[in-house]
Nanobody
Framework: QVHLVESGGGLVQPGGSLRLSCAAS????????MGWYRQAPGKQRELVAG???????NYADSVKGRFTISIDNAKNIVYLQMNSLRLEDTDVYYC???????????????WGQGTQVTVSS
């Protein structure tokens, strides 16, 4: 099993910044990718940013140039630095991990519990 602990959400004014963190723990043999998704009530969960263990990144068009994803492979932590936040960035943000556990021959996907980001004046 994998346990994901997210932190860093909160209330911020438009134009402000937040940094989200997600720490993974458990019987992890390797992490192939980590990412951040967000979901508003009544809408589908969408990818915000993803990063592989090799450092390759991809971003939603709406956050390119404003958000930066990074990973600490030694600590199994993924970060999402969010700058120039907009009202429309308000959502619940979920951490996602694709990992291979000790003793397994296949990858598994796990989700965090979500952290609220609210951008409001």
């Amino acid at each position: 099993q994998v346990h994901l602990v997210e932190s860093g959400g909160g209330l911020v004014q438009p134009g402000g910044s937040l940094r989200l963190s997600c720490a993974a723990s458990g019987s992890i043999r390797s992490i192939n990718a980590m990412g951040w998704y967000r979901q508003a009530p009544g809408k589908q969960r969408e990818l915000v940013a993803g990063i592989t263990n090799a450092g390759r990144t991809n971003y939603a068009d709406s956050v390119k140039g404003r958000f930066t994803i990074s990973i600490d492979n030694a600590k199994n932590i993924v970060y999402l630095q969010m700058n120039s936040l907009r009202l429309e960035d308000t959502d619940v943000y979920y951490c996602n991990i694709r990992t291979r556990l000790v003793g397994r021959s296949y990858d598994e996907i796990y989700w965090g519990q979500g952290t609220q980001v609210t951008v409001s004046s």
